[in-house]
């Protein structure tokens, strides 16, 4: 069955650094998405990607789609304290439903 | 309400013991799923409806879990003869969206089976 995997599985970074968590697929996907969950809390959508290729950014988040539509990429710029938390990409191949990543746990250190 | 609402938000149980967990979706949305995760872990597929229809039930781990949307909004996860491993957070999530574009998670049920 299909298979997401993501990396690293915990990052330590100083406020102010940058991180990159990846997301990669055993098949290709149609759609992909990101989410992230707060220490305690739910996951909280973050944004889908659909297209070979594809860039999105929402502030400090830079969110990428492979050419090969197997893997992704979040990237954040100059971490701060409330980007705490896990994130998780979700992929889906064609019709089925979304299978999720194990995630990467980000600690933010001021 | 504004968003998921599920409930009991924690339930403990005895080994053997049936529960149901509620979900109430964000009204008006299509979509509606279960996924169970396990401490440490991402969430894992349980089922998926469609209004009341459960188009996809692949995830369901045993035929001791079984759930319902009868009217197409709230909907019920009842596990029977719950064992240790059920342990998890149940969470469900709803979309406007048949697809199940940016699905919006409900806080879960946090079940300890003891």
């Known amino acids: 069955g299909q298979q997401v995997m993501q990396i690293p599985q915990y990052q330590h970074v100083q406020e102010g650094e940058d991180f990159t968590t990846y997301c990669n697929s055993s098949?290709?996907?149609?759609?992909i998405q990101w989410y992230k969950q707060r220490p305690g809390g739910h996951p909280v959508f973050l944004i889908q990607l659909v297209k070979s290729g594809e860039v999105k950014k929402q502030k400090r988040l830079t969110f990428q789609f492979g050419e090969a539509k197997k893997n992704s990429s979040l990237h954040i710029t100059a971490t701060q304290t409330t980007d705490v938390g896990t994130y998780f990409c979700a992929g889906r191949n064609y019709g089925q439903n979304f299978v999720f990543g194990p995630g990467t746990r980000l600690s933010v250190l001021p | 309400g504004a968003g998921v609402s599920q409930s009991p938000r924690y339930k403990v149980a005895k080994r053997g013991q049936d529960v149901a967990l509620r979900c109430d979706p964000i009204s008006g949305h299509v979509s509606l799923f279960w996924y169970q995760q396990a401490l440490g872990q991402g969430p894992e597929f349980l089922t998926y409806?469609?209004?009341?229809?459960?188009?996809?039930k692949s995830g369901l781990p045993s035929d001791r879990f079984f759930a319902e949307r009868p009217e197409g909004s709230v909907s019920t996860l009842k596990i029977q003869r719950t064992q240790q491993e059920d342990s998890a957070v149940y969470l469900c999530a709803s979309s406007p969206s048949p697809g199940g574009w940016g699905a919006f998670f409900g806080q879960g049920t946090r079940l300890t089976v003891v």
């Open positions: 409806f469609q209004n009341e229809a459960q188009l996809d």
């Open positions: 098949t290709t996907l149609s759609n």
